[in-house]
């Protein structure tokens, strides 16, 4: 019996079939077929090859009472079920980096909402980075402006030439919207093959009414066909919130060939390019036919002299953008016209180019009114003249003044109270 114990310590019992009463056929009697000598069952787990030895031994072997061996666990142990999982331990790995993004997500959105200004303006919401765009068929381009605190001047209004500076905008964004621009000031692929560019020949523009800071305007702009070798170009400026009309204004332009300066006929090619984008419709502003007498130093009441552009009066045509004409001849309007009154209309007809080194002389004339007490005046109406030292024409006009409005600015006041 000893040299049995100690023989089945080196060798693994074979097993026998179990009944279902626990007894076994085997030569140990009394000892469950998966029991060896020592009263410790072997147990094969795992793929890997690895054997895990039984923990549960019976109290007696052959009458002698055997113990468990130090290190090995109970089947109390063994069987007794592990802790309940969580929710957190049940996600995979990347899920606790998912909710670390989340949780700082949620934490700026609420900082943006404790910042943002409640309730929003309708009008900061619309177009705000001012892109324009085409519409009604492709046919017209429109392209909102927000006037900004350094547009407007002492009456609280936006400037004549903030407006003329939109309308020049919005005519050049129109043509690279519609996919025409090629490498000039607005000229065309085919123009840019023959050195084309455009020049404005005649402006006339109306103001109903100036926006004033912080006013969002609307601007509408469009193309027709003007004679046989000409382009009219039309604006309509409006506000975005009430849609009431704030400036109408007519344009007429040629092309003049950038390298020999002379004007140049229409090219059938570039007819093509732009033919499909005219409109068929009467000027926005009736045409200003009145013939004006030729202003002199003679019968001129105001003249200023020696006025000279700037670098930045240029354009990448390199001659004075259209633009700077307008204070050039706003320098000569009386001043208690301009105290007391506003632009209503102008008219200008521009003769010649002006480039870097010229110098010129403005010359106004006021119309059937005497120069007493002009401030008293309800319509004045006024003759300018543009002129080179030499004498030569640069620009005519004629233009009407009012007498001014009461313009309400916006102020930080008048903004509705944030809710608690």
């Known amino acids: 019996m000893a040299t049995m114990a100690a023989t089945s310590g080196f060798f693994s019992v074979a097993s026998t079939a179990v009944d279902s009463g626990g007894k076994t056929t085997g030569k140990h009697g009394g000892l469950p077929a998966s029991v060896d000598a020592r009263g410790i069952g072997s147990k094969s787990v795992s793929s890997r090859g690895l054997v895990k030895t039984n923990a549960q031994a019976p109290s007696k072997v052959n009458g002698t009472r055997v113990g468990v061996m130090e290190g090995l666990k109970t089947d109390d142990e063994v069987s007794s079920s592990p802790p309940p ?10 899920s606790m980096l998912l909710v670390a993004i989340t949780t700082i997500f949620l934490a700026a959105e609420k900082q943006l909402m404790m910042i943002d200004w409640k ?5 900061m919401l ?17 392209q909102n402006f927000s006037i900004r605190s350094y547009e407007i001047g002492a009456d609280r209004t936006a400037s004549v030439e903030t407006l003329m500076n939109h309308l020049q905008e919005t005519a050049l964004n129109h043509v690279k919207n519609a996919g025409l621009l090629g490498d000039g000031f607005g000229s065309t692929p085919e123009m840019c093959k023959r050195n084309l560019i455009w020049v404005v020949t005649k402006m006339q523009v109306m103001v109903d009414r100036y926006p004033t800071w912080g006013d969002v305007v609307q601007v509408d702009t469009w193309v ?34 950038k390298k020999t300066r002379k004007l140049s006929k229409l090219p059938d090619e570039v007819r093509a390019e732009i033919g499909n984008f005219f409109v ?4 926005i502003v009736d045409e200003d036919s009145t013939r004006l007498p030729k202003l002199t130093d003679n019968n001129a009441d105001y003249i200023r002299t020696g006025l000279t552009p700037k670098w930045s009066d240029l354009d990448i045509n390199q001659h004075v953008n259209n633009v700077k004409y307008v204070g050039w001849i706003l320098e000569s309007a009386p001043l208690p016209v301009v105290e007391s009154h506003e632009l ?11 480039m870097r080194d010229s110098v010129l002389d403005s010359l106004t004339s006021v119309l059937g009114k005497g120069l007493e007490d002009l401030a008293t005046f309800g319509q004045v109406e006024c003759q300018h003249l543009l002129r080179l030292e030499d004498g030569a024409d640069i620009v005519k006009g004629r233009t009407e003044w009012r007498p001014k409005r009461s313009y309400g600015m916006k102020s930080f006041d008048q903004l509705p109270a944030e809710s608690a």
């Not at 309730?119 to 009008?123: F, H, S, V």
Request: charged share 25%.
């Open 119 to 123: 309730p929003k303006r309708a009008d």
């Open 344 to 354: 209503a209309s102008m008219t200008l007809e521009y003769r010649r180019e002006c």
């Open 280 to 283: 068929d419709t009467p000027p």
């Open 126 to 142: 619309t177009d705000p980075f001012g892109l324009g765009s085409i519409v009604q068929n492709g046919m017209v381009f429109r």
């Open 85 to 94: 999982r969580t929710f957190i331990n049940q996600l995979p790995d990347w």
């Open 224 to 257: 027709a066909p003007s004679g046989k070798n000409g382009m009219r170009r039309d604006w309509l400026l409006r506000d975005y919130n009430t849609g009431e009309t704030l400036t109408r204004a007519s344009s007429c332009w040629v092309m003049m060939n």
